[in-house]
């Protein structure tokens, strides 16, 4: 229904560009002046008219989702639907007058100057709809600014609207008016060209309500951050690992052969398992030609300096060079790398792995469990070929019947992926790593993984097989290895919001907020960088300009998600775990949900909060990475925290 209604509104209001233009064109054209307005005029003035009545119509329709949905609507297209009425009426209405009495026109000057007027008003509640209120803003000036041009120009030659002329005037007006929209395209385009260089410090804040503080002079360095204090090796185990980014040829089981940029040979990377508590040291080397690289954890709450973001807390690691991540594996759970740089296109080529951190107490693996990771994956583009590792069709697992069995899924995409697991009773042990308080078993899951987010599933091995999907690819688990029937009932969707059971939490929804943030997700057409594009928005904004959420050390944050737009928006924020207290107004009743990574659907509105116990400048994007490239990117400060390193195309750091 939201989206239904969403883009049925964003087609009208696009429709309604072309109209306004044949109003303009019939409304103010040759013959503008005769007393007599032309039935073409009217008619496409009618055709105008009728599509902002139907976008008040789904702005009224949109009230149940809050103010936020319907009042952008309501607020723009309803002035213009009144101005463009009282224009109609008055002006263009064709003759239909009581018989007997001799119809009475204004002016044409008259008549031109209100066409202009209400074409003008709904052109902007237009424009607000599908570019913005910027944009809305900047079209009612120019339209203001015409008029006011054709206007002054008629007053001072003293004369009135040339009368039909033939083809000239009209060619010679179609010309001037495909050169303004040229022009205005060519100046928002080249307005949008990001810096060459952009730093992190010192760009527009938001303060969320706190205090400002120190923001960012003569404080402390993210490469000082490195939790030197938590990471002195001391008596803990030490995990080393090498990952060393390279190219190579992968085979996926389609027989497709991809050229991947993968970690030590391989995609998905090595799978990284360590111990909770443990010390893990990764050197990454770079062994790509030509292109720079990061590793970041993703989900894991490192010290800011090995967080991995080229730009923000060190500089890609240039082709040949080396670094190295030290950070302690301090909450078990399920998580995963990847690089950071170039991230939209890196992680689609195959630059990504699985990070397992294993419980401090919990035995060591051994032939009593399986315990597997399942990364989806889409090779190419969104609409590539869809793998479980490199799996496209559905793999065969042996697994004797009584074994526990542990799926960590992961999905690397940007949209969401549905997993489906039936043949077994299961329960969904974790969401984004943590431990999810009395789950519930189930006949079967059907879950909706957002981009960059994992669940884990546990189960007992039956007699018989266990299918697990997603949405394509997928995995039989059987006990002799054959394949299971596959048509048992899909079993209904897991909503994280309401499974388990509730637990204490440090802060939830009756707390007290430090600071308070809210973040309208909307889809907008325009440039970016230069380039035509649907930019995604945070509060109207892109990256670099959307502000940064600024904090201090031991706030306690909350962060309101509304998601106009109809696509899913996978939130991560970097170095911390979200707890979402209320979904669509609606305060969620099961097991604490802690996330990373939070997928925001089309018209859903997610309270968060957390903790801001992680000093650093973090990355707030969506994971949707094609959108974070197109602008959904915004950060976290911590006042006092400056970041010497900068992003953009004359640097080495290019983190989308
Ligand atoms: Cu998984 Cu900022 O990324
Ligand atoms: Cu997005």
Not at 94 to 107: F, K, L, N, Q, T
Request: charged fraction near 15%.
């Amino acid at each position: 229904m939201y989206l239904w209604v969403h883009y049925t509104d964003m087609v009208i209001a696009l429709l309604q560009l072309p109209v306004a233009a044949a109003v303009w064109w019939a409304g103010t054209g040759p013959g503008a002046s005769a007393a007599r307005p032309s039935r073409t005029a009217a008619v496409a003035f009618l055709l105008l008219l009728g599509g902002a009545a139907l976008r008040l119509a789904a702005g009224v329709l949109l009230l149940p989702w809050g103010w936020e949905f319907a009042g952008p609507r309501l607020v723009f297209v309803a002035p213009a639907l009144v101005v463009a009425a009282t224009v109609y009426l008055v002006w263009l209405r064709p003759a239909g007058e009581p018989p007997g009495e001799p119809p009475v026109y204004r002016s044409g000057q008259e008549r031109v100057a209100a066409v202009v007027g209400a074409v003008g008003v709904v052109l902007v509640a237009a424009m607000a709809e599908l570019a913005g209120t910027g944009a809305a803003a900047a079209t009612g000036l120019a339209v203001l600014g015409a008029s006011a041009m054709g206007w002054a120009y008629r007053k001072l030659r003293r004369r009135p609207a040339p009368e039909h002329a033939g083809w000239r005037p009209a060619a010679a007006r179609v010309a001037v008016g495909v050169a303004l929209v040229v022009a205005v395209a060519a100046g928002v385009s080249a307005a949008s060209v990001l810096p060459a260089r952009s730093s992190m410090t010192g760009g527009a804040v938001d303060t969320g309500g706190g205090a400002a503080g120190h923001q960012h002079r003569g404080g402390i360095s993210v490469t000082e951050l490195t939790g030197a204090d938590t990471t002195a090796a001391g008596d803990v185990a030490v995990d080393r690992f090498t990952l060393t980014a390279q190219e190579a040829t992968v085979r996926l089981d389609s027989g497709e052969q991809v050229a991947a940029w993968t970690f030590n040979g391989a995609t998905p990377g090595p799978q990284l398992v360590v111990r909770q508590g443990d010390l893990v040291e990764v050197t990454l080397v770079n062994r790509l030609p030509g292109v720079g690289v990061t590793v970041h954890w993703h989900g894991v709450d490192v010290p800011n300096a090995m967080d991995g973001v080229a730009g923000v807390t060190q500089d890609a690691v240039a082709p040949g060079a080396t670094f190295v991540y030290r950070f302690r594996a301090v909450q078990a759970g399920t998580y995963w790398y990847h690089s950071h740089e170039m991230s939209s296109v890196q992680v689609r080529r195959g630059l990504f792995g699985a990070l397992v951190v294993l419980p401090r107490d919990a035995p060591v693996r051994d032939g009593d469990t399986v315990d597997e990771t399942v990364l989806r994956h889409t090779w190419g583009s969104e609409d590539g070929v869809a793998t479980l590792g490199l799996g496209s069709g559905v793999q065969r697992r042996a697994v004797p019947a009584g074994r526990q069995v542990r799926l960590r899924l992961v999905n690397t995409d940007g949209d969401p992926a549905t997993f489906t697991l039936t043949g077994a009773p299961v329960r969904v042990a974790a969401i984004d790593g943590t431990d999810v308080h009395e789950p519930g078993v189930l006949p079967g899951a059907r879950i909706l993984v957002g981009g960059g987010a994992r669940y884990d599933l546990v189960f007992t091995m039956p007699d018989q097989p266990v299918t697990l999907r997603a949405d394509g690819p997928g995995i039989v688990y059987s006990p002799h290895g054959d394949a299971g029937p596959d048509h048992a009932a899909a079993p209904a969707m897991l909503d994280p919001a309401r499974y388990g059971t509730p637990a204490a939490t440090a802060f939830g929804t009756d707390s007290r907020f430090d600071r308070r943030f809210t973040l309208r997700l909307d889809e907008r057409l325009g440039f970016y960088d230069g380039r035509p594009a649907v930019r995604y928005t945070l509060n109207d904004a892109t990256f670099p300009d959307v502000p940064m959420l600024m904090v201090s050390d031991g706030d306690l944050v909350e962060v309101t998600y509304i998601n106009r737009s109809g696509q899913h928006h996978p939130m991560h924020l970097h170095g911390h775990h979200m707890l979402v207290l209320a979904r669509n107004g609606r305060t969620t009743t099961g097991s604490p949900w802690w996330v990373d990574t939070l997928d925001a659907g089309p018209g859903e509105t997610y309270r968060v909060a957390f903790r801001a116990d992680n000093p650093g400048m973090w990355m707030d994007h969506c994971h949707n990475l094609e959108h974070a490239a197109n602008g959904m990117i915004l950060h976290l400060g911590y006042t006092g925290v400056t970041s010497p390193f900068q992003t953009g195309s004359g640097t080495v750091n290019h983190p989308e």
